[in-house]
């Protein structure tokens, strides 16, 4: 039953990947690679817990080893906080916030989007995550502080990749 | 409210507040705008997330994503990519694949029909594309996508109601799933896919797949497969009012 199990987890872990990821082939492999890691690792899963929360660990720890691998780890939190005051920048539509979700550091957009998005408690985020409730809090803060200067024009739109 | 903290607000804008905090919270909003307006953002800010993503629900999940196997070891995107081309997608997903087409053909019918049971039976929130609201709608755009006429039984003598329908991607074109609701909130789905070989008919066939019991059949260029999670008696009970009701 592992297969139809995980599979009926497909269409939400799409979702979640999308808005991670952003591009959708991109987004596809992520849940592809996700799947993959679910099926090897079935057997450490504990029966009667959450598998959707445990099936967001494995993309989560997936998508930061491919952002490892590729170099594109975006600068930490505090690093990013300083690049804050660059030239304003027109406010974003709407239609820009998959844009506006790029610039933000990938530990800020994880903790919006499993609580914005896939309506996660702060408490499964924590787990997900593998960080303290208090770490979700202050991700959340500072990811929904700087979606709001970006959406209305008071915070660059910078790509923000680390270059090493 | 002294001891207000902004996680307070956060929980407050996610809903994550027991009632008691959330009475407080909302008296202190009262007299605070700038608290109002960071909640006002915020809620904003969820409300487009989900409305910028959530489409992503609704759309066919492509054949590859159910075909993913235990890696045997790690292969170079390109060339999953081009192992993939060459393989036929979704067999091999519930259980082992067959050898022959005859077999390819029949066996491929109740795996395929399972795993889209599987996937949008339990979706509390999408479970359809369109729902029995336009129900006329509904029959319309699948018959004119499949390139045939489809009819969407009635099964309310036998506690089910029609909760409506969505356009799947099958294993050579499209593929229609219309999914029926009874009163405890148990789902069956009616599984349909036009066939490319020669016209024929065969009997009811029955497959387990895992915990999803199937019924198909042939009916000229059509492939049937209904699925549930029951018993196969009663299940066989509905599968035959389909079949009346699709030839009567």
């Known amino acids: 039953m592992e297969r139809a199990e995980i599979a009926a987890h497909i269409p939400r872990l799409r979702r979640y990947a999308r808005a991670l990821a ?35 660990t494995i993309m989560h720890n997936v998508f930061v080893n491919q952002l490892k691998t590729r170099r594109e780890l975006p600068l930490d939190d505090a690093v990013e906080d300083g690049l804050q005051s660059g030239p304003q920048s027109d406010p974003l539509e709407l239609r820009d916030l998959d844009t506006a979700l790029r ?8 903790v919006l989007l499993l609580v914005g998005l896939e309506q996660l408690s702060y408490a499964e985020a924590s787990r997900t995550l593998n960080v303290p409730v208090g770490t979700v809090m202050s991700r959340l803060s500072r990811g929904r502080e700087r979606l709001r200067a970006l959406m209305s024009g008071t915070a660059a739109v910078t790509s923000l990749k680390a270059v090493k | 409210m ?13 809903g994550q507040l027991d009632d008691s905090r959330r009475v407080q919270v909302e008296a202190h909003l009262a007299h605070d705008t700038a608290a109002t307006e960071s909640v006002r ?15 992503v629900l609704n759309e066919p999940v492509p054949q590859r994503l159910f075909a993913a196997r235990l890696p045997r070891r790690r292969w170079p995107y390109y060339a999953l990519a081009a192992g993939a081309l060459g393989l036929s997608f979704g ?44 129900q006329d709608h509904l029959v319309k755009w699948l018959s004119k996508r499949l390139g045939h006429e489809l009819k969407a039984p009635l099964l309310t003598q036998q506690g089910f109601d029609l909760v409506g329908g969505r356009l799947l991607p099958g294993g050579k074109g499209p593929v229609a799933q219309f999914m029926y609701q009874d009163a405890r ?64």
């Not at chain 1, 082939?25 to 504990?46: C, G, N, S, Y």
């Not at chain 2, 005859?102 to 109740?110: G, N, S, T």
């Open chain 2, 185 to 248: 909130g148990q789902r069956i789905t009616l599984y349909v896919s036009l066939r490319d070989a020669e016209p024929r008919d065969t009997a009811f066939r029955f497959s387990q797949e895992d915990k999803i019991a199937v019924f198909y059949w042939i009916d000229g260029n059509l492939g049937y497969a209904l699925s549930g999670e029951m018993d196969r008696a009663s299940l066989l009970a509905v599968a035959t009012v389909v079949y009346r009701q699709l030839n009567p």
């Open chain 2, 91 to 134: 067999l091999g997903w519930i259980s082992q694949s067959y050898r022959t087409d005859r077999f390819v053909e029949a066996a491929a019918l109740p795996r395929r029909a399972a795993v889209a049971y599987a996937v949008y039976a339990p979706e509390v929130r999408h479970p359809v594309e369109v729902g029995a609201d336009q």
């Open chain 1, 103 to 110: 610039c933000l550091p990938v530990e800020q957009r994880e």
């Open chain 2, 41 to 55: 953002v915020w809620r904003e800010q969820n409300e487009a997330l989900r409305a910028l993503y959530n489409p």
């Open chain 1, 22 to 56: 952003g591009d959708a082939h991109r987004a596809d492999d992520l849940v592809q690679d996700t799947l993959e890691r679910a099926l090897t690792k079935f057997h450490l899963w504990r029966h009667g817990s959450d598998l959707r929360a445990w099936m967001f």
């Open chain 2, 2 to 14: 002294s001891n207000l903290t902004e996680t307070d607000l956060h929980a407050y804008v996610d």
